[in-house]
C-alpha cells in the first residue's frame, strides 16, 4: 500500500520550531501521550542528552507515526549548520519535506543552506510559517520572502486571523471555513466555523489567488476558471498535489506549534499533498558488471522487485543493541534473519533484526518493503552511504556526499588504559558521522580529532565522555589544511624485494595533474583491464593511492582536488605480487607529487551574520579586521544579514568579539565554502 505511506522531513532554521511542531504531530497522532517540551528538555525527538541539555537537535531522529490511515516515516533534521551532513543524508532518502519557517525571522541562513539541498536531491515540499503568536510575526511577509530568495512560486492554502498575541487560528482558503484550537484540550479539539464578516474580504481575495495560481498550472482547471466557473474541492486539491509533486507550487500553512494551533491542518496536508514513495522519478543506480564495468540503471519503486535495493543513510550507535543501520527500501524485500550483500564492500553481512523506528523505543518487524524505512541490526561492516542489494544484481546507488572537515583538536585519554576504549569509541563515532574523521598524527604522536565546527567537536568530545564513559584531555582547536599539486607530472617506480625467500616485482607510471577547485580527489586507471593482468593487481593500486590521498605530500595533510591516473603497467605472472604494486604504488604518488610543485591550502569558510541596523558597521570592521572579505548585504525587517567568506584560522572565538560589539543581539552562522592557498 505505498499509496498509504508517506517519508517526509521537517527541515528549517536553528530554533524555527521543526522539533517542537514533530512533538505535536506525534501528540495528535496519538503515538505519545503527553507533549514534551523543548524548553523543558523532555522532547521525544531530542532523545540524547545533550540535545535535552541544549535545547537543540543533533541526530537526526526517524518515527513513525499514522494519520488518517497513512503511515507517515518522519524525520527530524538538525538546524544548526555544523550538522550539515545529518540534514543531508535525511535528504537524499525523503520523498517530501516540510520547511518550518519562523513567522518572525522569516528565511534565515540556514533556511536558504537546507532548501537549496532540497532542490538538488528533487525534494517537493510546503511550508509551515510558525510562532504566529509572537510580536512581528508576518505570514505574508514570510511567503514574499521565499517567493524572492528562491524564486518559488507561493500560494497560500490558509490565511492567519490576526497575528503576534491577536492570533486566533486560521482561515481555510479551500474549504472557505474558520479554525479555532480549544486551548484546554492543549490543541487537539478545535472547531470550523463560518468566515466573519470582518475576515470576509481578505479571505476572498487571498482564495482568488489561490485559485489563480493552482489554475495557471493545470489546463483543465483553467479552462474552468476563465469561463467563470466554479471548481470543485477535491478537483482543487487534486491540482495542487500534482503542482506539489511537479515543484511548480510551494503550498503555505501556519499556525503556532508550541501554543498548539494549526497543527492538525499540516498534517493532513502532508497526506494530501506530498508524495507517496512510488510517485517521485525512480532512484538512480549503477550496476557493476564483470571487470567492474558499470551501467547506469533507475531503481524502480517496487515492493515485489526480486532483487532488493537498499540505502544505509545514518549509523547510530546502541548501548544495548550495538550498531543501528537505518536503511530506506528502493526496492523488493528483505527479511529478518536473511542475508544481504553490501554492494559498496563487495561482502556479505547477515540481519539479525528489523526494527520499526519511534524515537527513542523499537518495534520488532518481520521483514520491510520497497518505499519504507526501518532499521538494521547485526550489519558489522555497513558504513553510511552503502548500498544493500544481492550478488545476483549488484547495482550501487549514488552514495551521499558530505563536506570535508575543517576543524581539528587533539584529544588523548587520561589514563594508558582508556587508550583502547578511547580508539574503539573514535571508530564508533566516525562510522555514525562521516564528517567526523580521527588520525594519529606521525610528527607529534598526537591523536588528532577533526569536525565540521566547534560546537560540533563540542558535542562529540562530550558524547565521549558522558555517553562512552572514556575520560580524556583535549587541547585547543586547530584549522585542518590540505596539500594539493600546481602543476601535471608523470612518475615511474620500479619495486623489487625479496620477502620470505619469494621474489616480488612491480614497476608503474603514473601521472599527476590539479584538478578544478572543489572538485576532490580522483584516482583513474588507464591501463586495459581484462588482460592477463589480475583484477586484484588493479585493486590494490587503486586502495594504495586513495591511502595515500588521505596521507598527504609533504605536511601530513590530506591532499585536495589531486588526480592521479595509473598510465602503465609491467607485470610479470612469476613474480609480480598485490603487495609489490601497493608498495610500488605509494612510492610513486610520493614522487610524482614531490615533483608538482604542491601547496599548503587553508579552509575558508562562507560566513552569513545577522544584525540589527546600528551594528553592522561594526560587524563588517571585525570581519575585515580577521581577513574576511564582505560579498553582500541585504535588509530584513530590524536588522541586515551580511554575507562574506573568511579563513577559518582567523573565526576562532568570533563568537565572543561579535557579541561584545553588538550587545549580543547579533549572531552567525558559518559554513564550508572552499580550500584556497595558505597567504
Not at 486539491?237 to 506539489?244: D, L, M, P, Q
Amino acid at each position: 500500500m505505498l499509496d498509504k505511506m508517506r517519508n517526509i522531513g521537517i527541515m528549517a532554521h536553528i530554533d524555527a520550531g521543526k522539533t517542537t511542531t514533530t512533538e505535536r504531530i506525534l501528540y495528535y497522532s496519538g503515538k505519545i501521550h503527553k507533549i514534551g517540551e523543548i524548553d523543558d528538555g523532555a522532547a521525544t525527538m531530542d532523545f540524547m542528552q545533550q540535545e535535552q541539555d541544549r535545547g537543540i537537535t543533533i541526530a537526526s531522529a526517524a518515527i513513525t507515526t499514522e494519520w488518517k490511515g497513512c503511515q507517515i516515516n518522519i524525520i527530524d533534521t538538525p538546524g544548526h549548520v555544523d550538522f550539515t551532513a545529518e540534514v543531508e543524508r535525511s535528504l537524499r532518502v525523503l520523498d517530501g519535506a516540510v520547511a518550518v519557517i519562523c513567522a518572525v525571522g522569516w528565511v534565515q541562513p540556514q533556511t536558504e543552506t537546507v532548501w537549496r539541498q532540497a532542490d538538488e536531491f528533487n525534494v517537493p515540499r510546503i511550508c509551515f510559517v510558525n510562532k504566529m503568536d509572537r510580536i512581528g510575526a508576518d505570514f505574508f511577509g514570510a511567503m514574499k520572502d521565499v517567493h524572492e530568495k528562491f524564486g518559488a512560486e507561493t500560494v497560500a492554502l490558509e490565511i492567519p486571523i490576526g497575528a503576534g498575541q491577536d492570533f486566533d487560528g486560521v482561515i481555510d482558503l479551500l474549504e472557505m471555513k474558520e479554525i479555532h484550537w480549544d486551548m484546554e484540550s492543549e490543541g487537539e479539539k478545535f472547531t470550523t466555523g463560518p468566515i466573519s464578516d470582518a475576515n470576509k474580504a481578505l479571505a476572498e481575495e487571498w482564495h482568488e489567488k489561490l485559485v489563480d495560481t493552482v489554475a495557471s498550472t493545470d489546463d483543465e482547471l483553467a479552462e474552468i476558471y476563465l469561463e467563470g466557473g466554479e471548481i470543485p474541492v477535491d478537483q482543487l486539491k487534486a491540482a495542487i498535489r500534482k503542482a506539489v509533486l511537479n515543484r511548480t507550487i510551494v503550498p503555505f500553512l501556519c499556525g503556532s506549534s508550541r501554543h498548539n494551533q494549526g497543527v492538525q491542518p499540516l498534517m493532513d496536508a502532508i497526506v494530501d499533498y506530498l508524495p507517496a514513495p512510488d510517485e517521485i522519478p525512480p532512484a538512480e543506480g549503477i550496476h557493476i558488471k564483470k571487470h567492474d564495468e558499470e551501467e547506469k540503471i533507475s531503481v524502480p519503486c517496487d515492493p515485489n522487485a526480486k532483487t532488493p535495493i537498499g540505502l544505509v543513510f545514518k549509523i547510530q550507535y546502541d548501548r544495548e543493541a550495538g550498531i543501528l543501520c537505518f536503511v530506506r527500501m528502493y526496492s523488493g524485500k528483505i527479511s529478518t534473519g536473511t542475508q544481504v550483500y553490501n554492494v559498496t564492500k563487495k561482502k556479505r553481512e547477515r540481519i539479525n533484526r528489523i526494527l520499526r523506528v519511534n524515537a527513542n523505543h523499537m518495534e520488532q518487524m518481520d521483514s520491510v518493503s520497497a518505499g519504507d524505512i526501518a532499521v538494521f541490526v547485526g550489519l558489522k561492516l555497513a558504513q553510511t552511504g552503502d548500498t544493500l542489494g544481492s550478488e545476483g544484481m549488484p547495482v550501487l546507488l549514488e552514495s551521499v556526499k558530505f563536506p570535508e572537515p575543517v576543524i581539528s583538536v587533539a584529544i588523548e585519554p587520561e589514563t594508558m588504559s582508556d587508550r583502547d576504549k578511547l580508539n574503539t569509541t573514535l571508530e564508533i563515532l566516525s562510522r555514525e558521522d562521516p564528517t567526523f574523521t580521527h588520525r594519529d598524527d606521525e610528527e607529534t604522536g598526537q591523536l588528532v580529532i577533526s569536525g565540521m565546527g566547534e560546537l560540533h567537536l563540542d558535542v562529540l568530545v562530550t558524547r565521549i565522555r558522558d555517553d562512552f564513559k572514556v575520560q580524556c584531555r583535549v587541547g585547543a582547536p586547530q584549522v585542518t589544511y590540505r596539500e594539493a599539486v600546481t602543476q601535471a607530472a608523470d612518475y615511474s617506480e620500479e619495486y623489487s624485494r625479496v620477502i620470505a625467500g619469494k621474489e616480488n616485482n612491480a614497476r608503474l607510471t603514473l601521472h599527476v595533474e590539479p584538478r578544478e577547485t572543489g572538485s576532490g580527489n580522483l584516482y583513474t586507471c588507464n591501463v586495459k583491464k581484462g588482460g592477463e593482468i589480475p583484477d586484484e593487481i588493479f585493486d590494490a593500486i587503486e586502495q594504495s593511492i586513495n591511502n595515500c590521498f588521505g596521507g598527504g605530500i609533504k605536511m601530513g595533510y590530506p591532499c585536495a582536488d589531486t588526480g592521479i591516473t595509473l598510465t602503465g603497467i609491467s607485470y610479470d605472472p612469476l613474480t609480480s605480487t598485490t603487495v609489490a604494486f601497493a608498495a610500488a604504488a605509494a612510492e610513486a604518488f610520493d614522487k610524482v607529487c614531490m615533483s608538482a610543485d604542491p601547496q599548503m591550502l587553508e579552509p575558508v569558510m562562507a560566513v552569513d551574520i545577522e544584525s540589527p541596523t546600528e551594528f553592522v558597521g561594526d560587524a563588517m570592521s571585525l570581519i575585515t579586521q580577521r581577513g574576511g572579505i564582505i560579498g553582500s548585504m541585504e535588509e530584513k525587517t530590524g536588522g541586515n544579514i551580511v554575507h562574506c567568506q573568511a579563513p577559518m584560522e582567523k573565526m576562532f572565538g568570533f563568537t565572543t568579539s561579535l557579541r561584545s560589539v553588538s550587545q549580543g543581539r547579533a549572531s552567525f552562522s558559518m559554513t564550508f565554502s572552499h580550500f584556497q592557498k595558505k597567504s
